[in-house]
Nanobody, 126 residues
């Protein structure tokens, strides 16, 4: 079992920045790849970013590439999402997620993840 708690969301103007955090507890965090997803009203949950178990590789959706950075601190059991140059279309509830099993690969679809946080809301005003 893995428990995930996101924080850091809020209201920001277009062009601004936010840093989301996801604190994990339970199973060995350091052996799990991690992902960030988001869901806007009326839309399907979509992939934002993912990171391998050791932080060696990161992956991004095209819509956030160059603006968002995913990172992790295994000593603190925490994964981060640094979001810069925010746009109104980034408005959504952001979720961190972990898969069921350890893997050297990451998933790009929400169905590949088992454990989810409660989400943190990000609102970007124009």
């Amino acid at each position: 079992q893995v428990q995930l708690v996101e924080s850091g969301g809020g209201l920001v103007r277009a062009g601004g920045s936010l840093r989301l955090s996801c604190a994990a507890s339970g199973r060995t965090f350091s052996s799990l790849p991690m992902g960030w997803f988001r869901q806007a009203p009326g839309k399907e949950r979509e992939f934002v970013a993912a990171i391998t178990w050791n932080g060696g590789n990161t992956y991004y959706a095209d819509s956030v590439k160059g603006r968002f950075t995913i990172s992790r601190d295994n000593a603190k059991n925490t994964v981060y999402l640094e979001m810069n140059s925010l746009k109104p279309e980034d408005t959504a509830v952001y979720y961190c997620a972990a898969p069921w099993r350890e893997s050297r690969e990451v998933g790009f679809h929400y169905s590949e993840y088992t454990y989810w946080g409660q989400g943190t809301r990000v609102t970007v005003s124009s």
